[in-house]
């Protein structure tokens, strides 16, 4: 039975998420969870850690910080330098499509606290194209080579540098809501990787021979061997484990440190203007999600600014109401140039990987749109 939070504002259509018998989701209790947490001992713990890296070899780098440029990554990059005095070595996968306020800000994450010497990882294009548009396709994810060399490059780029200490950003189970045990973990390994990273159930290898693409072009995407990160240790950890991951608490210190927020009004699908900013494209992908099981970003939005307290219930659904699941005409427009498909192509793959049982139809059975062309939820009661 279709449901909604009764303290946030997230459906009970989204995948792994469960509610307990009060009709609260488990990303709500987690957020619960996280009051009880000893963040001080946590944050002696990550003491404790970087403790073990930190200087021990003048000729390297402390830690490998995967960076976009985005709020996560220049916070990152601000605590490690600035409070825990690491020299970190930046990486970062190239965007699909990345906008001017993405380099303003990539550009400023290598030059902040003295600067960071930063790899960016330029992918071939024309394959990661290729597996774009297949993972648009096959599993409505047009972004899914993304998700994954985001995850493999620089772990790929630790070993191969012999720098054994990634930093990753936050949880995204603690955050989000997923099964228990995720939720509580420290690290990021391959299992965390294919069943959370954005593989949605394929495997890197099930490319092949899509359009051509071969073994060599799928080197970036594939995570080491156990041999490989044994050789040199590897450890990666969610800086969220440690710290409490709030935010709009993360903000301040990154602004006063050169971050730009988007200055000309919210982030296409949500209310918000400090994240997702370096990739218009992504507002399909959010819109997919929505398509897929009715709720977008600014569900998610609304729910971690729900239980942080920094807003009531009823002004999340508003903002739901009123932003939430649109058609993202800028993004597709973008979308099929970039990628070179027609419009008709476009809406038909959405069309196929939308839930009709969560959406207004017409008497012939087709989905029914608004003027503005937006899908109607059929599930508008929020009431608890
Ligand atoms: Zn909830």
Known sequence: MFAYCRHCVMPSTKPDLSFDAEGVCDACRSAELKNQIDWDSRRKEFEELVAQYRGKNPNNYDCIVPVSGGKDSTYQVYVLKEIYKMNPLLVCFEATNRTPLGVKNLNNIKQMLGGSDLIEFRKNPEAYKKMCLEGFRRVGDGEWPNHVGIFTVPVRLAVALKIPLIIWGE????????????????????????????????????????????????????????????????????????????????????????????EDGPVEGTYTNYENLDDNLVAVHDYLKFTKFGFGRTTDHVSIDIRNGRMTREEGVKLVQQYDGKYPKKGAAEFIEFFGITKEEFDRVIDSFTDKSLFELEADGSLKRDADGNLIKKYQNYAV
Do not use: C, T
Request: charged share 25%.
């Open 171 to 262: 949880n995204s189970q603690l955050e989000y809501g997923g099964p228990k045990a995720a939720r509580m973990k420290n690290v990021l390994n391959r299992r965390w990787l294919e069943e959370f990273g954005g593989l949605l159930g394929h495997r890197v290898e099930d490319m092949l021979k899509v359009e051509g693409i071969s073994q060599k072009d799928l080197i970036s995407y594939i995570y080491p061997s156990d041999e490989e990160l044994d050789a040199v240790g590897i450890q990666g950890a969610f800086l969220g484990y440690y710290f409490k991951w709030d935010a709009r608490a993360q903000l301040e210190p990154i602004i006063k440190n050169g971050f730009s927020v988007k």
